[in-house]
C-alpha cells in the first residue's frame, strides 16, 4: 500500500490508496488485505462500547497520518462507506457526533467522515459537541492522566431531542479516555450514547469481533 500521495487527476481508474489500476467502488484488494477490511472487524466495551475498521497497526498509521496531512475525497468516501456498514440499526435513531479537534486546529478525518456517512446515509450529523479549552497533548500521558487533563473539557449542545441517541466518531482511539469524556458530557446533558466508532484502535485486547 504505497501511499506516495493521493492522486489529483484520474484518467483511468485507480485505487485511491495505492493508485494502481482498479474500477471497484473500494480500495483495491490488495490495499483491503493490508488494511484487514476483510476480516472480522474489533470491537469492545471498555470504557465505553466502540467498534473500528480495524487495529492499529502500521497501515492504519500511514493512511491516517497522509489523511490528517491532506484530504482526499475519494479516499474519505471509502471510509464512510465502510463506517456506515458498521453503524447499529435503525440508523434513523442515531445522530453522528465527530469528537471536535483541538481549539486553533482545522477539522480534520472525524469531521470529513462525519459528513461523508450523513451524505451517504443522510444521518443526522451536527457538531453538539465543543471544547471549552486547550488541553495538554495526551501520547506520553497515561490513561490516568488523561483522564484528569479531559475533564471538563467538552461543553455540549442543549438537548432538543429527548430520544437522541448519540455515535461518536474518531479517526484513533487509544485509551478511550477522550471518547470517555466527550460520553460523560453528553449523557450529562441528556443524550444517550451509543459508543464510539473509529477508523482505528490501539488495542489488541478486544471483546468480540463482527463482520
Same mark, same amino acid.
Given at each position: ?25 473500494s @480500495?483495491?484488494?490488495?490495499?483491503? *488485505? ?8 474489533? &470491537?469492545?466495551?471498555? !470504557?465505553? !462500547? ?26 474519505? #468516501?471509502v ?39 450523513? #451524505? ?5 450529523? &451536527? ?17 490516568? &492522566? ?7 473539557? @467538552? ?7 429527548p ?6 466518531? *474518531? ?26 466508532l ?7 485486547? @478486544? *471483546?468480540?469481533?463482527?463482520?
Amino acid at each position: 500500500m504505497a501511499l506516495i500521495g493521493w492522486p489529483t487527476l484520474l484518467i483511468h481508474p485507480q485505487c485511491p490508496l495505492c493508485h494502481q489500476a482498479w474500477s471497484g467502488p473500494s @480500495f483495491c484488494p490488495s490495499c483491503r *488485505d493490508q488494511l484487514k477490511l476483510n476480516q472480522p472487524r474489533p &470491537q469492545g466495551t471498555q !470504557p465505553i !462500547p466502540w467498534r473500528a475498521l480495524g487495529l492499529y497497526d502500521a497501515n492504519w498509521r500511514q493512511l491516517i497520518l497522509r489523511l490528517r496531512q491532506r484530504a482526499s475525497p475519494k479516499v474519505i #468516501r471509502v471510509l464512510a462507506s465502510e463506517c456506515l456498514a458498521l453503524l447499529p440499526k435503525p440508523r434513523s435513531a442515531i445522530q453522528l457526533c465527530a469528537i471536535p479537534p483541538r481549539p486553533g486546529h482545522q477539522p480534520g478525518p472525524p469531521q470529513w467522515i462525519q459528513r461523508e456517512i450523513s #451524505r451517504q446515509s443522510r444521518m443526522r450529523a &451536527q457538531p453538539l459537541l465543543h471544547r471549552r479549552r486547550a488541553c495538554l497533548g495526551q501520547h506520553h500521558l497515561s490513561g490516568s &492522566q488523561r483522564r484528569q487533563n479531559l475533564q471538563g473539557v @467538552f461543553s455540549v449542545e442543549p438537548l432538543q431531542q429527548p430520544s437522541a441517541k448519540v455515535m461518536l466518531l *474518531d479517526d484513533v482511539v487509544t485509551t478511550g479516555a477522550t471518547s470517555q469524556a466527550a460520553a460523560e458530557a453528553l449523557q450529562a446533558a441528556g443524550y444517550g450514547v451509543v459508543g464510539v466508532l473509529c477508523l482505528a484502535h490501539t488495542s489488541s485486547l @478486544f *471483546d468480540a469481533t463482527m463482520t
